[in-house]
């Protein structure tokens, strides 16, 4: 039977083409909140409701999906938020295993992206059929004609059915909060969007009357109740204090426990509730063992959901303790037990992630889906007050057919016309391989095939050779054999040779870039500074002017220095060779060298 009091919802689309922002506007024009009680819950540089994490705020992205009840008449929406990054691709793939309907955004001026297309495939294995909305048609440069036909091309393209592939279409402006189906009819609000989500959207399948079966998609902590396992019913139903059994995805094992409190998503938090019915999507308290994946079933009926399928992680990263002269002065070094513990508590809820143990006790290699996904796993780890030191981001190569092979990853850069050149000549030179080009307004689309690796530092770069307009995407195409090496960094770096405090007298006679200001601590090792030649080499920047008795006209003068290069830590990830390490602790990023000593590194080089 179809559950028609319910809908289950999921919001995909590329990274920054508008899905929080028309969210919250559907939540804002729901009536169920006030506009006082929505205010409070506003915060940060953007002022997003469902962007509720501090690292989500301060970068502009989602990163975590996430969950909100509404209500159209009698019907209960449950509304999914997910990740538009290609990083956090599997928050989306688990997700959509939730939803029965999906609207997928497309902005109105850039058009479908990598993870629009990424997003529409998943949506595809998943059995939906999307409802297609052309966000942000108040642009100036919107293109909306352009942009139904190239949404159409890419449904035929992944293979859309006849079905599918005549998609309900709306053309909406996420921060105006209007929405319509015809352009050529004045919008007022969002009611078409929720209109489609009555009748577009399918209700539920469901089968009450069958042995319960819930799947495990994501997991929250609390302190005061513990863990608590989100997921969809599939069948049967699920009541407070009742007996069941979990069927464990990784080796099919099964235990018994007690669902402690049933809740369900009402507007923005949960509410506890007696009993919830197939095709709910719910919150369950009190099975503490659960993992994502994990089946909860009748206590004498165990009978598992199939297992969730994740796209596997492309980069590796070593963790380690941190054992640098500094260690300790801004937080607490992770010993290799406490790192340990770290990283399980994280693969818990992490799926993408994968750990397993490195060279040494004290080292880690954390694999994910790209810099971004393991950079906000390290500055979490920053913000909670733990220092640790991490190397060179690496590509996973495999072996498939008896050949080596490496991801690719297919690249889209936008940029004004005058950098065009630019662009061209850091991506070929990376090994890039030119697919199209497409320009409008005074803007370039460009698109590659690129190696993984040659992406790492590219940013960086990209960002510099066109004074900062450059607009990078890339998501993960597939493997493919192993070229050339990669070329490494071009220039070499200023290391520390003693520790002490920078000096201006000493910094004043370095020629090249340096990344440490007048009256900061360095100690033997650290990278300091870049300069223009492909060496390596060992500087003084602690050496205080010697004191004399004889003065001179202008001997006293004043040093004039260039203010630093800031690392952020990406950019620094992205700057260290394979000799190297980032220090990351709560209060500063440093770059290092694997071994300190020079005469270590001579030896090390010689062996």
Known sequence: ??????????????????????????????????????DK????????IMDSNDQERERGITILAKNCGIRIGDVKVNLIDTPGHADFGGEVERILKMADGAFVLVDAAEGP????????????????????IINKIDRPDARIADVHALMFDLFIELGADDDTAVFPIIYASG?????????????????????????KVPAPDVDESAPLQMQVMALQYSEFVGKIAIGKIFAGKIRKNQKVSVVKQKDGTVFPDTVVQVLEFDRLAKREVEELKAGDVCAIVGIDDADIGDTI????????????????????????????????????????????DRLQKELQHNVALRVKPGARESEFIVSGRGLLHLGVLLETIRREGGEL???????????????????????????????????????????????????????????FHIPARSLIGLRTRMLTGTQGTAIMHHNFLAYRPVRGAQAGRPTGVFISKDTGKVTAYSAE?????????????????????????????????TRAKPLTNMRASGSDKAAVLKPPTVFSMEMALEFIE?????????????????YLKEGDRKRQSRS
């Open 1 to 38: 039977m179809k559950r028609n009091d319910i809908r289950n919802v999921a919001v995909i689309a590329h990274v920054d083409h508008g899905k929080t922002t028309l969210v919250d506007q559907m939540l804002r024009q729901s009536g169920q909140f006030r506009t006082e009680e929505l």
């Open 41 to 48: 819950l506003v915060g940060g540089q953007h002022g997003l």
């Open 297 to 340: 079933c009748e206590l004498d009926k165990p009978h598992a959901l199939p297992p969730l399928t994740i796209d596997e992680p492309t980069l590796d990263m070593v963790f380690r303790v941190n054992d640098s002269p500094f260690a300790g002065q801004d937080g607490k070094p992770l010993t290799s037990r406490e790192l340990r």
């Open 509 to 541: 006679d370095l020629s090249g870039n340096l990344f440490v200001a007048p009256q900061d601590a360095v100690y033997e090792g650290q990278i300091v500074g870049e300069h223009g030649r492909d060496n390596d080499m060992v500087v003084n920047v």
């Open 175 to 199: 921060r105006a909060g209007i929405a319509t189906t015809d352009l050529d009819v004045e919008p007022k609000d969002l009611s078409p969007l929720f209109d489609a989500i009555l009748e």
């Open 578 to 594: 394979d000799d190297e390490l980032v220090e990351i602790t709560p209060a500063a990023v440093r770059m290092r060298k694997l």
């Open 389 to 447: 030191a991490v190397g060179k981001p690496q590509v996973i190569v495999k072996e498939i057919d008896g050949q080596k092979q490496e991801p690719y990853e297919h690249l889209v850069v936008e940029v004004p016309n005058e950098h065009q050149n630019t662009v061209m000549r850091l991506v070929l030179e990376r090994q890039g391989e030119f697919q199209r080009m497409e320009s409008h307004r005074g803007s370039t689309q460009v698109e």
């Open 113 to 132: 992206l990598p993870q629009t297309r990424f997003v529409l495939k998943k949506a595809f294995a998943a059995g939906l059929r999307p409802i297609v």
